[in-house]
């Protein structure tokens, strides 16, 4: 019998890959051990801040369509383009899908949100408020204590859950001892996570997929939103029995279609033509591409960035400069 497919989506706010890597992460060890976690690179259309690259995440293309260039305006295109789990529950409307986050905008209709056109569950007081350590703890707390009591009681075909604490830190104090705990911390939740799935009755007859994303990176100092290797380096992990093997090239929006492509379900309309594709759609087509040209080892061919296919519609779209 084929199991049935669930995908639990976590994203933490501005971990920057290399104070990942030197932080006690168990719990994305064990996904990076299973499947893949690999750095990714901003792509060139979108800001390396949070609203732009999260509505990427949320809807599978770049600000040049969904024009979320900043955190604090919502953009009249971005109602154009719905989230996955959105996408998903119209394809399969018997599905049921949730969003929890600790950063207000993606879920509920404030600043540049609901980032999520579905929507979705927030702590109160918003810890943007006192925008201090302890208020944005507390709401990662709470969004892992629902979305673990979701998780583990119902039958959620797709999630999409938040933690912002390692952002914040990063941006009051900088990149030191205090960030690599606030990361071990998002790992806590995350690996709570996991232990609720694991512990789910049905849990032999289901196949979990579990992606984790950061935004961007962050200078030593904190803050981000420039251009430098620090902040565009972001980065992606994801196992589940569904993935291809061997990821090395990915992209924010790949996250859209992956989720999607769990059920079978293509996008159509505008955002099948912006660039993003499932997790080992952009391997198989640089594989193509050199089966094709044996003897001209041209870009496609090189040590390519997880990038490349993007660039290359970016320089379609306006100024190769
Ligand atoms: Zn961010
Ligand atoms: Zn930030």
């Known amino acids: 019998m084929k199991k049935e497919p669930h995908v639990l989506v976590v994203g933490m706010d501005g971990v920057r890959y290399d104070s990942l890597r030197s932080a006690a992460s168990p719990a994305l060890d064990r996904i990076a051990e299973d499947g893949f976690l690999v750095p990714v690179r901003v792509h060139a259309k979108n800001a390396t801040i949070s609203g732009p690259v999260w509505a990427t995440v949320a809807s599978g293309v770049h600000a040049d369509r969904h024009r979320v260039t900043g955190n604090s305006h919502h953009p009249a295109e971005l109602g154009r383009f719905q989230d996955f789990t959105a996408v998903l529950r119209s394809a399969r ?17 404030t600043a540049c949100g609901p980032i999520f056109s579905s929507g979705g569950w927030v702590p109160t007081p918003d810890p943007e408020e006192a925008n201090d350590a302890v208020s944005w703890l507390c709401a990662d707390d709470a969004v892992a204590d629902y979305a673990s009591r ?3 009681a119902e039958n959620l075909a797709v999630s999409f859950v938040y933690f912002g604490e390692a952002d914040v830190e990063a941006h009051n104090h900088g990149t030191g001892p205090g960030y690599i705990a606030a990361i071990e911390r998002c790992d ?11 512990s789910r009755p049905n849990h032999h007859r289901e196949d979990w997929t579990v992606i984790v994303v950061t935004d961007h990176g962050h200078l030593d100092a904190g803050g981000h939103g420039g251009e ?44 099948a033509e912006s660039g993003g594709a499932p997790f080992g759609a952009r391997q198989r087509e640089r594989q ?21 296919p993007a660039q290359r519609l970016a320089q379609r779209g306006g100024g190769a400069r």
């Open 188 to 198: 806590s939740r995350l690996n709570h996570l996991l232990d609720v799935i694991d």
């Open 228 to 271: 430098s290797e620090v902040e565009r380096t972001a980065w992606i992990a994801a196992s589940g029995a569904s993935l291809t093997q061997g990821i090395t090239a990915t992209d924010h929006a790949d996250i859209f279609h992956q989720v999607l492509a769990t059920f079978g379900v293509t996008p159509d309309g505008e955002v």
């Open 288 to 308: 193509e591409a050199s089966r094709q040209k044996p003897t001209q080892p041209g870009p496609t061919q090189q040590q390519s960035t997880p990038q490349e």
């Open 93 to 109: 409307p018997e599905l049921e899908t949730m969003i929890a986050a600790s950063w207000h905008p993606l879920a509920v209709r």
């Open 150 to 152: 979701r998780l583990g």
